[in-house]
């Protein structure tokens, strides 16, 4: 229902109708940006032609269509913001903005949105712009197409690419973001739409978001950053047929959930992540379909996490398969392929004879005791899977697949 509601809403979003051009042409004193902007009328296009204009803190206070021709750059010689909307109805479109100073008193934007609605930022070029596009208790706005790439050292020198604070229905597509300190960032965001993105070498997180409620991603890819993503504080979210990739280090998530309910994980890929999902106090989620491939742990579920329905999920090639902190277990794992399993199908109904405990006791051990992963592979951790088989009390009774499917679900799609 979320999508539907979404997508039929942007497609209503009107468009503004323009009521004449103003061409601006770099070298003239008097052809500025900012002087164009004080001539135009309501509803006029702006052209920026080819060449670099050294300007900052262009305020916008009237609807407005600025659109750049190819090798239109707008420079901000690390100073202050560029642009400043302030205004329902204004597109910014096909520019080059360049070189925001960093502050540490003020969150410098390449682009800001405050108050606004009906906004349009699209098939942008930032770089080097500490924080890229920001919105600001602003509704119905649509940020597709852009390119945000950072300069990014430490995370007290750096900004998040699309930061959206306080908003609703809000439209994050296609676009490319890196070498920031978040890729998108939304908290106290509801209602919006999140899809085809690609957000890869971040800092902390590739998406972050906080306090936001019935939203949906689907289609993005989160790449080599610090983390994944992290849903913290949400309900009424869905992750569809996203993508999380080479998110590794010591704190390193593909999904981190925390205080989030009521939502859907289906139909992800999770590869080569230091855990795949993490979840604390995460209740009443249909985690679905998924493929968890080759990560260190491909799920961490605390024992706060209740009523979840891990269904129909491949799990292939980890190092550990499922880590909890608790004896007992309130979530149902049905139907998953588990590439340790061990057991048999004499029936050939494809679903194995034998349940499978997905926790193992090594894994608990390391998760104890870190170092401990170097006996990976040894004597040692034969005797200890020797031992768990012999006294299974040492792992969750009731964590178990009743059903394990003996090849992976995918097989069995159309």
Not at 159 to 167: D, L, V
Not at 393 to 409: G, M, R, S, T
Request: hydrophobic letters at 40%.
């Amino acid at each position: 229902m979320i999508r539907y509601f979404l997508l039929s809403y942007f497609f209503l979003i009107s468009v503004s109708v323009s009521a004449k051009t103003i061409l601006v042409t770099s070298g003239k004193s008097d052809n500025s940006i900012k002087n164009a902007i004080l001539k135009a009328s309501e509803n006029d296009t702006i052209i920026i032609k080819s060449g670099v204009y050294y300007e900052n803190l262009i305020s916008i206070e009237k609807p407005l269509t600025i659109i750049g021709d190819k090798g239109a750059i707008v420079d901000s010689q690390e100073g202050d913001e560029i642009f400043i909307v302030q205004s329902d109805g204004v597109v910014i479109q096909n520019l080059i903005l360049k070189n925001i100073g960093v502050s540490y008193i003020k969150d410098r934007a390449a682009i800001r949105l405050n108050r606004v609605r009906d906004v349009k930022i699209l098939n942008n070029t930032l770089i080097n712009t500490f924080f890229g596009i920001y919105l600001q208790k602003s509704n119905n706005c649509i940020v597709d197409g852009n390119k945000v790439i950072g300069g990014a050292r430490d995370e007290s020198t750096a900004g998040n690419a699309i930061h959206i604070w306080q908003g609703k229905r809000i439209q994050v597509t296609n676009n490319e973001v890196s070498f920031h300190r978040d890729g998108i960032y939304f908290e106290f965001v509801d209602e919006s739409y999140i899809a085809n993105n690609i957000s890869r070498n971040n800092m902390r997180y590739g998406l972050h978001f906080m306090f936001s409620n019935n939203d949906l991603y689907e289609n993005n890819r989160f790449q080599n950053n610090g983390s994944g993503v992290a849903v913290m504080f949400s309900k009424n979210i869905e992750m569809i047929e996203n993508e999380f990739l080479d998110n590794w280090g010591g704190a390193s998530y593909g999904l981190l959930l925390k205080e989030i309910s009521d939502g859907s994980i289906e139909s992800n890929n999770f590869s080569r992540n230091t855990v795949g999902i993490y979840a604390e106090g995460a209740n009443r989620l249909s985690i679905k379909n998924n493929l968890f491939h080759n990560n260190g742990k491909a799920m961490d579920i605390k024992g706060n996490s209740l009523d979840n329905q891990i269904i129909k999920n491949d799990f292939v090639g980890n190092t550990f398969e499922v880590l909890t902190n608790s004896k007992s277990n309130l979530n149902h794992f049905e139907g998953n392929y588990w590439s340790q399993y061990s057991g048999y199908d004499l029936n050939k109904d494809g679903i194995g004879d034998v349940p499978h405990r997905p926790v193992n006791l090594f894994a608990i051990v390391t998760d104890k005791i870190p170092a401990a992963s170097m006996l990976l592979h040894s004597f040692l951790v034969n005797s200890l899977d020797a031992a768990e088989r012999l006294f299974p009390q040492f792992i969750p009774e009731q964590l178990i697949d009743q059903k394990p499917k003996i090849k992976p679900n995918h097989y069995d799609q159309d």
